[in-house]
Protein backbone atom coordinates (compact mmCIF):
# COMPACT_ATOMS: atom_id res chain seq x y z
CA UNK A 1 0.00 0.00 0.00
CA UNK A 2 1.35 3.42 -1.40
CA UNK A 3 -0.41 5.98 0.58
CA UNK A 4 -0.25 10.21 -0.39
CA UNK A 5 -1.57 12.32 2.08
CA UNK A 6 -2.33 16.51 1.68
CA UNK A 7 -4.28 19.03 2.66
CA UNK A 8 -2.07 20.50 5.47
CA UNK A 9 -1.15 23.88 5.64
CA UNK A 10 -1.64 27.34 8.01
CA UNK A 11 -5.10 28.12 9.82
CA UNK A 12 -5.94 30.31 12.83
CA UNK A 13 -7.18 29.12 15.54
CA UNK A 14 -10.97 28.34 15.54
CA UNK A 15 -10.91 27.43 11.70
CA UNK A 16 -10.47 24.03 9.62
CA UNK A 17 -8.62 22.36 7.60
CA UNK A 18 -9.55 18.96 5.77
CA UNK A 19 -6.44 16.35 5.08
CA UNK A 20 -7.18 13.47 2.14
CA UNK A 21 -4.69 10.38 2.18
CA UNK A 22 -5.19 8.51 -0.93
CA UNK A 23 -3.73 4.76 -1.54
CA UNK A 24 -2.41 2.23 -4.17
CA UNK A 25 -2.45 -0.72 -4.01
CA UNK A 26 -5.21 -3.43 -3.33
CA UNK A 27 -5.01 -3.84 0.49
CA UNK A 28 -6.77 -0.66 0.69
CA UNK A 29 -9.68 -1.94 1.76
CA UNK A 30 -9.00 -4.58 3.88
CA UNK A 31 -6.83 -2.33 6.07
CA UNK A 32 -7.74 -0.53 9.31
CA UNK A 33 -7.04 3.40 8.64
CA UNK A 34 -5.33 5.78 10.92
CA UNK A 35 -4.05 9.14 11.22
CA UNK A 36 -1.93 10.40 13.34
CA UNK A 37 0.59 13.64 14.37
CA UNK A 38 3.48 14.36 15.00
CA UNK A 39 4.71 17.22 16.89
CA UNK A 40 7.99 18.87 16.76
CA UNK A 41 10.26 17.28 19.31
CA UNK A 42 7.38 14.58 20.17
CA UNK A 43 6.39 11.08 19.44
CA UNK A 44 3.99 10.39 16.87
CA UNK A 45 0.71 9.84 18.51
CA UNK A 46 -3.01 9.03 17.94
CA UNK A 47 -5.43 10.85 16.15
CA UNK A 48 -8.18 8.76 14.71
CA UNK A 49 -8.76 5.52 12.94
CA UNK A 50 -11.42 3.71 11.12
CA UNK A 51 -12.32 0.23 10.56
CA UNK A 52 -12.29 -1.41 7.06
CA UNK A 53 -15.63 -1.45 5.35
CA UNK A 54 -17.77 0.71 6.86
CA UNK A 55 -15.33 2.89 8.60
CA UNK A 56 -16.33 3.41 11.68
CA UNK A 57 -13.89 5.60 13.49
CA UNK A 58 -12.23 6.09 16.93
CA UNK A 59 -10.79 9.10 18.25
CA UNK A 60 -8.41 10.28 20.91
CA UNK A 61 -9.68 12.57 23.16
CA UNK A 62 -8.14 15.40 22.66
CA UNK A 63 -9.77 15.88 19.06
CA UNK A 64 -13.39 14.42 19.75
CA UNK A 65 -16.06 16.44 18.85
CA UNK A 66 -13.96 18.49 16.81
CA UNK A 67 -12.26 15.96 13.93
CA UNK A 68 -14.23 13.84 12.15
CA UNK A 69 -12.46 11.02 10.05
CA UNK A 70 -14.12 9.01 6.98
CA UNK A 71 -12.89 6.91 4.49
CA UNK A 72 -14.68 6.58 0.83
CA UNK A 73 -13.14 2.91 -0.75
CA UNK A 74 -14.47 3.69 -3.96
CA UNK A 75 -11.72 6.20 -4.16
CA UNK A 76 -9.09 4.31 -1.97
CA UNK A 77 -8.88 7.48 0.16
CA UNK A 78 -9.43 8.68 3.67
CA UNK A 79 -10.02 12.07 4.91
CA UNK A 80 -10.11 14.04 8.57
CA UNK A 81 -12.00 16.92 8.85
CA UNK A 82 -10.52 19.11 11.56
CA UNK A 83 -13.02 21.99 13.25
CA UNK A 84 -12.60 24.51 15.41
CA UNK A 85 -8.44 23.82 15.27
CA UNK A 86 -6.35 25.04 18.42
CA UNK A 87 -2.86 26.20 18.59
CA UNK A 88 -1.31 22.58 20.00
CA UNK A 89 -3.00 20.62 16.64
CA UNK A 90 -0.10 22.18 15.21
CA UNK A 91 1.98 19.34 13.85
CA UNK A 92 2.70 16.77 10.96
CA UNK A 93 -0.08 14.76 9.98
CA UNK A 94 0.76 11.42 8.80
CA UNK A 95 -1.83 8.65 7.58
CA UNK A 96 -1.14 5.38 8.02
CA UNK A 97 -2.53 2.04 6.79
CA UNK A 98 -2.52 -1.77 8.76
CA UNK A 99 -3.49 -4.05 6.21
CA UNK A 100 -3.45 -7.36 9.62
CA UNK A 101 -6.27 -5.32 11.27
CA UNK A 102 -4.99 -5.05 14.52
CA UNK A 103 -7.26 -2.02 15.47
CA UNK A 104 -4.52 -0.57 16.93
CA UNK A 105 -3.58 3.06 18.47
CA UNK A 106 -0.16 2.46 18.54
CA UNK A 107 1.69 3.63 15.45
CA UNK A 108 4.41 1.03 15.34
CA UNK A 109 1.55 -1.83 13.95
CA UNK A 110 0.76 0.43 10.92
CA UNK A 111 2.47 -1.19 8.30
CA UNK A 112 2.62 1.90 5.54
CA UNK A 113 2.51 5.42 5.83
CA UNK A 114 2.67 8.71 4.00
CA UNK A 115 4.97 11.37 3.65
CA UNK A 116 3.18 13.31 6.50
CA UNK A 117 1.37 16.75 5.78
CA UNK A 118 1.90 19.87 7.88
CA UNK A 119 -0.74 21.85 9.92
CA UNK A 120 0.38 25.26 11.77
CA UNK A 121 -2.21 26.80 13.58
CA UNK A 122 -1.45 30.00 14.67
CA UNK A 123 -3.78 31.85 17.75
Known amino acids: VQLQASGGGLAQAGGYLRLSCVAS????????MGWFRQAPGKDREFVAR????????DYADSVKGRFTASRDNARNAIYLQMNNLKPDDTAVYYCGADPQRRWSRLPTEYDYWGQGTPVTVSS
Open 50 to 57: LTTLSGVP
Open 25 to 32: GRAFSRST
